[in-house]
């Protein structure tokens, strides 16, 4: 219903960075992007072992007016990065152990620039956080999930950024080079906190003892080799002359102990799977390949292939609406790993993580997003019942925690979702999420028509928020055993059923629906953007918190304050003043 | 070693908040009262029944420029409430049921007054709703540990504040007059967030579905008896000609469901110890008094009996020093029963929270505390004997509760900490907590003196932080067998036995001693107080988060930011605007 018809331009991902074409791409970051094309990183993969190396080049920014010196990264650098990252799990399953280092002399990486982070606007420092966090998470979610290790070997000094990007990994090398340091220094430089996540994984992932933490988060030049190690800030260190083998001797080791618990095609498959293009990787290819998305660029929208959006932008409201699977899908692995990245759930869920994303960075005046699923109810069971069957193969797994990252990307996301079910919708399964993960929901109570939901086997924990739970659990903290009736349901809630279940805010019918929707509409889009965005962190997160949450909700709701104090962003604060011959002024009152 | 002798002026508590008499005084707000100069609450105790009545007094404010009308408070009113609680738990301990309510007509509590926060400085604010949720914990730690009940009577409409105080307590019951309502209309009316924990009691404690507790947070008006209940944001509602009977009921109940664990005194006793002054309570007094507590105030600082603060203003730091128990202390309950208040460790971390409240309110610009510990580590630790040995009399209970109470208050202080162990300090057992809440300490290393610090059982669990760990375990979360050894040693460490046994952070000798600890004063307060505070919030809290640290670093942080953002402070913002015939406009860029 909310589809508008128009030629379908493909998204030219090259140009789009370098050479704008139109006025709506010219202010869009492209969040697109393969190995051919890294700027700044080169993925080698040699059989079990990957290795990420990042070369930044300072002249290819994403903004105009600083220079990636050193190492130092912009949005630009980070997406590459999630794009590798992401490429490893889906193209390259059989590797083991991915080694990020760097290859610039003496400098691992000196983290997020400076310049860059001085002249953003405050929204965009926010964005930033928060989508390098995701990355960082998307590195940890692959350890724990799918049983890769990654190797941070820093063969020179990992500062800010740099070393929080050490620390997503499971185990950090530093070279013991007389200059090399690790080092967290915004706090003494910046008068801001490590954005990335830092604080909050050097106590509660590495465990460091706190008055420990305290002293490092605010030496500016860091610790080198024997101290870092004795704080528990890295796992080793070894001389220039013995780095490189040592690191060798480590990747030999964890490959000979990371045994794989899923099915992964033969080598002589993988040989069959790859067809004569050249690749980067100088590999065999045993996984599938992830095409650059379609999209087409409307000035009211993007249109994808399974994702619609529509940007109301005078009343300051979006329309995602996701289209369910069409059709008879493949129910087998191989056939699945055929299809590829053009199977439903894949795609489907890739397109809307890039729709967030561009919400997100692009659309910042949109606050609310009325999220629709057009399709078969029936169709998307089918989905998730083949998900659930082959859940032990390795590309199915991939899927599934790939949709789970794209739904916890949704809850980090600072918008409104009002989800709105229709006749023709269809929240089943994993798109049930999307309802759950609304910040509400509006149902058409209609009895002369078909309006369902209904959940699957995925709803009861393949597909976790960042605080651990299922969706349906946090939702039915007071009731857990309501949680436990609408999983075991075996057939669709119609409206009444789905109000008497606790799984929807509001019923209206078929006389006020209309009227209902917009006035909801109007009245949350009137509201203070920023009550309402702390509103959300603190209401869609409840009952436990993790790591990841602490992220999100204690550092980086300090951070986004701070970003906006004038002891770091006034004319005389910390972050505007980096790097001048003028100096940083404080106002000291503690708050 | 930094005491500074003066002649003791009696801080005349009257006429502090009435007729400041000096300059020093002029600025300075009181934490201190009693129910005899309560002039917005009435406490009344009929044996175990208590009776907190709100009757704000509007013209009576502790800043200018506002009236608090409609039952709204300031943080004058609100010290009250936290004097009241302290009160029940140690002067009436045989209380069963604290019932709340208001003797407004059609009114319970507007919430924190409007005009107030909206003259008020930033950090005001912050500082104002960080008590205001103190209170709330402190009602919440009775309810757990003491065994109390706390009855929201709303008698009237509850909203914003005013709901957040009802939701603190144990149970709400709503009148049903056609008229009266709850409601957390911050986010609609003003921009900002319910300030005390609101939105995280909302999901976490009273588990409301998150959707509905959107619906309720956005809805200016709020909800009325029959919908709350549903919603389970009270627990029932009564129509007016049966509410105070229905009150009575329900107290009645729960007046014989609740037992006390610990022994109190029986009515004979209480007899015996009350005196004959007129007592506003009309009641026997079961417990002991809190007498005012005795400060000096002089340019440079407060002295107390066992507590000593030195502010030095232009270096922004301040000594504070802990002075251990003197002589022999009393070993049996009945004793220290007698001596009351005057009962060190009563009297010291009295006096501790009040120089706490002070630094934070009255002298923002202190960003680092150097806190001292003077005096016998084995007295100190004798007192942790008698504590520990005597737990399950009332009395006791209470104090090492309120002990606990007020280190989580030096945990949430937006300060600096900086222990300093030299010799003839006494950091041992409950002092040694002072130690393991700092962000980091220094131990003088010198063989030819003795420099001792000492663990005793109550570092084991009886004085947790808000995360629910014992300092110790916050700290040794990598390496928890390093707690269990600090705790099982017999005797004192010196300081090389600290370091070893990972209690301390630095250990310079005779030699460095005071240019190390200069040099750590000086940087620190050089550095950002915004980004130190960031930071501390950050690092402090380690592993587990529960309901009172999400408040503190989820839904606090959050408000920070949004106290700062335009759209509420600015000259167009909600906040700025509210009540005045100009309406706000916002920057509806979502961030």
Redesign the interface.
Known sequence: MLLKNGKRLYFPRKRVLEKPRRQIEERMINFQTSPDQYKHWKLNVAGPVATLTMDVAEDVTLGQGYKLKLNSYDLGVDIELADAIQRLRFEHPQVKVVVITSLKPRIFCAGANIYMLGTSS??FK??FCKFTNETRCAIEDDSRHSGRRYLAALNGTASGGGYELAIACDEIYLVDDGNSAISLP???L????PGTGG??R???K??????????F??LAEGLKGKRAKEW?LIDDYFPTSKFQESIDARVGEIVGEVTQTVSLPSDAEASRLNDNESSQTNSLRYGITLNPLQVEVKPAGLEYKYVNLILNREQ?FADLTVRGPEGDLPTTPEEIQKLGDAYWPLQAYRELDHALLHLRVNE????LVCVRADGNVDDVLAVDQTLEANKDNWLIREIVLFMARVLRRLDLT??SFFAIVEPGSCFGGNLLELLLA????YMLNNPDEIVEIMASELNAGALPMSNGLTRLQ?????EPEKATLVLARKEPFNTEEAEVA?L??FAPDDLDWEDEIRVAIE???S???????????????????TMDT?IY???T??????F??P??VGPEG?LTNYGKPTQ?H??????
Chains 1, 2 share one sequence.
Do not use: C, Y
């Open positions: 405050h929204a926010v964005n915004e706090v003494p910046l008068g801001v906190l604080l909050t050097l106590v509660d590495r465990k460091v003892r706190r008055d420990r933490a305290d002293v988060s605010t528990g300051r910042p005046e949109i606050g600072a918008k609304a910040d509400r929901s946090s939702r039915f903290l007071a606790g929807i805010t009245e949350r889009t509201l203070s953007p920023d009550a309402l965005t702390g509103m959300e962190a603190s209401l869609r997160f409840a009952g436990p918190e602490k909700g204690r550092l709701a300090w951070q986004n304050w701070i906006q104090r002891n770091a910390a940083a404080f106002d000291f009152k503690r708050t």
